[in-house]
């Protein structure tokens, strides 16, 4: 039987929430440990979820808490400090997407994981941990021709009514890391790299709005033989479908975040679904994921899923980055 991982997190929020459910469904996860910049907040967290400590001193709740693994959902800006300040205290260490907000921090990530051999690091990427990416990934092995993708992936923010009421919440704030390539884009950007790797070259086309960060954009990603195409938005709606081209072939993706629903169709039209697997919630894939490797990390097919994680999470990274250095995007704090 799996020994149960002691978890502590970093954040209270709505994606911290959904989280912690999808983890008692997983039932291989006991939350031990809440922080929080607010001490009725991280109690009144704990008590819902039947944590037995709060901390509101990042420093006290490294040194003091009863966790081994750390979930990181604090704004875009904090991960990097907070997921450094977890590997030298050896917890292991999950991050909500994105990971990092650029390569340096990424390598310096990286270079104290392998200084700290027993901490295991994650992106929580949920998306292409879902049956239903998988069952995409193994039919878009048999097609014969590809011919590229089109990932959309727009949903409109309720924070985004802040904004138009000239305020400047995190999630659209080049202080905290902000906007819509760095929180829905990211699905899209996961897809195309788990899917197809890194393209050759790269372009972004934003749209920024008042506080200075994308609100929704279009990235362009060229391979040697065709073009991926990414859309992504906080400041609209679409329900227009994803799809990845054959030759008269295609798959049809009813969205790039979600993946609720994946249909092939023949060169005949003839409609075939390939995945509608509905997850009681939709992070419990990879909170699963992460506990089958955390309680056997040697094992050698979990092995191979982490490394094939990690070394997708840090060419997402430079995606990312990449992405923003062609739309001359730059976050407070970086150097141009």
């Known amino acids: 039987m799996d020994k149960m991982i002691k978890l502590g997190i970093i954040g209270t929020n709505w994606i911290t929430q959904q989280f912690v ?19 009725q907040t991280a109690k009144d967290f704990a008590a819902k979820n039947g944590a037995t400590e709060s901390f509101t001193d990042l420093g006290t709740f490294f040194d003091n808490g009863a966790f081994d693994t750390v979930y990181i959902a604090s704004p875009n800006s904090l991960h990097f400090e907070q997921a450094k300040l977890a590997i ?48 995409i990934a193994a039919k878009l092995a048999e097609m014969t021709t590809v011919q590229g993708a089109e990932f959309t992936y727009s949903k409109y923010s309720s924070r985004y009514d802040q904004v138009l009421a000239g305020k400047e919440p995190n999630v659209f704030s080049p202080k905290f890391a902000g906007g819509a390539l760095q929180d829905l884009g990211v699905y899209t950007v996961y897809d195309a790299v788990a899917l197809f790797g890194m ?8 749209q920024l709005i008042r506080t200075g960060v994308d609100g929704k954009g279009t990235a362009i990603l060229s391979y040697p033989e065709y073009t991926v195409t990414l859309n992504f938005s906080k400041v609209s709606n679409s329900h227009m479908t994803s799809e990845i081209y054959g030759l008269k072939d295609l ?86």
């Open 21 to 39: 459910d999808a983890i008692k469904l997983a039932k291989t996860y006991e939350l031990t440990s809440v922080y929080s910049r607010h001490e």
């Open 88 to 135: 030298l205290h050896g917890k292991n260490v999950i991050v909500e997407k994105p990971a990092f907000a650029n390569q340096k921090q990424m390598a310096q990530i990286q270079e104290l994981l392998t200084n700290h051999s027993d901490v295991l690091y994650f992106e929580a990427a949920r998306n292409i941990h879902t049956p239903n990416f998988h069952a």
């Open 199 to 206: 393209p050759q070259e790269v372009a972004y086309f934003p």
């Open 251 to 336: 798959i049809s993706i009813d969205d790039a975040g979600e993946l609720r629903q994946a249909t092939y169709i023949d060169a005949d039209n003839n409609r075939q679904v390939i995945a509608n697997t509905i997850d009681e919630n939709p992070m419990l894939p990879e909170a699963e994921d992460f506990a089958r490797v955390i309680n056997d990390p040697q094992n050698e097919q979990n092995h191979k899923d982490y490394e094939n994680w990690r070394q997708l999470s840090m060419h997402v990274n430079k995606l990312l980055f990449n992405l923003r250095q062609d739309a001359h995007l730059y976050f407070v704090g970086e150097e141009e």
